[in-house]
C-alpha cells in the first residue's frame, strides 16, 4: 500500500467536491461533519470506523467495502486501530449514469450504508483499490477512464449479488422518513436535474415555501440551490460533450437546460469558454 496518507481537513469549505479520487486515508476524530456530493465507499484493511451518518451510528467493519451517499453530514465519531484504510469518491453524476438496480441507488439515496456480505472478497477489493490510488494519482484523463470502468464493474456486482441473496445484510442507516428536509431536496435534485424542474417543486416536495426552502438550503450545504441544480446540469453536460458526438443544442437538453442560450450564459460563466470550444480541448 502507498505509505501517503490525509485526512479530514476541518478547514475545507461546506459541500466541497473531492471529485474522482482513491486515497489512503488516516483515520482521526472529526470535529465537524462533512458532506460532499460523491458517493463514497470505505474499505478498512484492519479495525472498523464509527460514523454519525445522517443523525445515526453507523459502523464500517474492517474487510467489507462500504459505501454511501456523502452529500448526507457524515462524521467520524470514532475508530479502532489508526492503519490507514482506503476511500474512493465518485461524482454522483457517474454514479447515476451507470444504472444500477433502482432499489440499490434508492438505499444509497436514503442515507443507507451498503457493505459487501462476503468477507473473502477483501483482497481483491484492496488490491483493486490501491490500483485506483495508483493510477489516479496521474491526474490523467486517460488514466480515469479504466478506474470508472472498474468501479461501475465492482458496483454492479455488489448490487447484484446483494439483491439476489434477498436479505437486508449489509444494510444500516435511516430510512427516507428519516432525512432532513435539506437532505430530501439535495435527493431530489439529484435524481431529477435533466427533467424541467424548479424551485417550486423542490419546495413543495418537503412542505416549504420556496423562499424558506432556498434560504435552508444555502444554510445547510453552503451553496444556493440554483447553483446546486446547475452544477448538475454543468457535469452533464460536461461529460457528454467529451464522450459523445452529439449538438451542443441536444447536449443542453439532455443536460436539464431549457434553452440553448441559458446553457451557452451559464457554461461561459462556468469555465471561460464555450460548450463548443470546450469539446474542441477535451477530444
Not at 97 to 115: H, K, N, T, Y
Not at 179 to 188: D, P, Q, T, W
Request: charged share 15%; with cysteine; glycine share 6%.
Amino acid at each position: 500500500m502507498n505509505n501517503l496518507s490525509v485526512s479530514f481537513d476541518p478547514g475545507r469549505p461546506h459541500f466541497e467536491p473531492y471529485g474522482l479520487t482513491c486515497v489512503n486515508w488516516q483515520p482521526t476524530i472529526m470535529p465537524r461533519p462533512d458532506h460532499h456530493n460523491e458517493i463514497e465507499i470505505n474499505l478498512l484493511p484492519a479495525g472498523s470506523v464509527t460514523y454519525m451518518l445522517g443523525g445515526k451510528k453507523t459502523t464500517v467493519s474492517a474487510g467489507r467495502l462500504s459505501l454511501f451517499w456523502a452529500a448526507i453530514p457524515h462524521q467520524i465519531i470514532g475508530y479502532e486501530n489508526d492503519v490507514p484504510y482506503l476511500v474512493a469518491t465518485i461524482p454522483l453524476q457517474h454514479f447515476l449514469q451507470w444504472r444500477l438496480p433502482d432499489s440499490f441507488v434508492q438505499a444509497l439515496m436514503q442515507g443507507q450504508l451498503l457493505s459487501e456480505s462476503q468477507p473473502h472478497k477483501a483482497s481483491k477489493d484492496i488490491q483493486l483499490m490501491e490500483n485506483w490510488v495508483s493510477d489516479l494519482a496521474q491526474h490523467s484523463q486517460l488514466a480515469e477512464q479504466p478506474v470508472l470502468l472498474e468501479m461501475q464493474a465492482r458496483l454492479t456486482r455488489l448490487a447484484a449479488n446483494y439483491y439476489e441473496e434477498g436479505s437486508t445484510q449489509g444494510l444500516a442507516g435511516i430510512s427516507d422518513s428519516g432525512l432532513s428536509r435539506v437532505e430530501k431536496m439535495a435527493c431530489f435534485i439529484a435524481q431529477n436535474y435533466t427533467q424541467k424542474i424548479t424551485v417550486q417543486d423542490v419546495a413543495e416536495l418537503v412542505g416549504l415555501h420556496p423562499n424558506y426552502a432556498m434560504n435552508l438550503f444555502q444554510k445547510s450545504f453552503g451553496t444556493t440551490l440554483i447553483h446546486y441544480l446547475t452544477q448538475h446540469r454543468l457535469s452533464h453536460a460536461q461529460r457528454l460533450l467529451t464522450t459523445t458526438d452529439d449538438a451542443i443544442t441536444e447536449i443542453a437538453l439532455k443536460s436539464g437546460f431549457q434553452s440553448i442560450s441559458r446553457f451557452n450564459d451559464v457554461f461561459n460563466h462556468a469555465f471561460s469558454c464555450s460548450p463548443r470550444a470546450y469539446r474542441k480541448h477535451h477530444r
